[in-house]
């Protein structure tokens, strides 16, 4: 299996983005799937999930703001930002997560300017 992001950029504060993960493989539609993020000189932190059933889990910091959501045939996952701040940038890596599977994707910056 393997995850590549995309859609990260540089936006300014108020904005939107959407980023995608498209998957190969034949575990996306049976994993827990997930965004993180990495703020430079801070450790990754969960920023939304979602399982397999579709039941989402979303950071404090971006609830209201950012969606999860999948599509299954497409073997891709989403996440619409809205209103970004400039504490939402970092990079974002999306992630797998199947019994002691546990991929991750290559990451793509987003820069949120104030």
């Known amino acids: 299996v393997q995850l590549q992001a995309s859609g990260g950029g540089l936006v300014q504060a108020g904005g939107s983005l959407r980023l995608s993960c498209v998957a190969s493989g034949s575990l996306f539609s049976i994993s827990i799937l997930g965004w993180y993020r990495q703020a430079p000189g801070n450790q990754r932190e969960l920023v939304a999930e979602?399982?397999?059933?579709?039941?989402?889990y979303y950071a404090d910091s971006v609830k209201g703001r950012f969606t999860i959501s999948k599509e299954n045939s497409e073997k891709t996952l989403y996440l619409q930002m809205n209103n970004l701040k400039p504490e939402d940038t970092g990079v974002y890596y999306c992630?797998?997560?199947?019994?002691?599977?546990?991929?991750w994707g290559q990451g793509t910056l987003v820069t949120v300017s104030s």
């Open positions: 992630n797998l997560r199947l019994n002691h599977i546990n991929i």
């Open positions: 979602i399982s397999t059933a579709g039941i989402v």
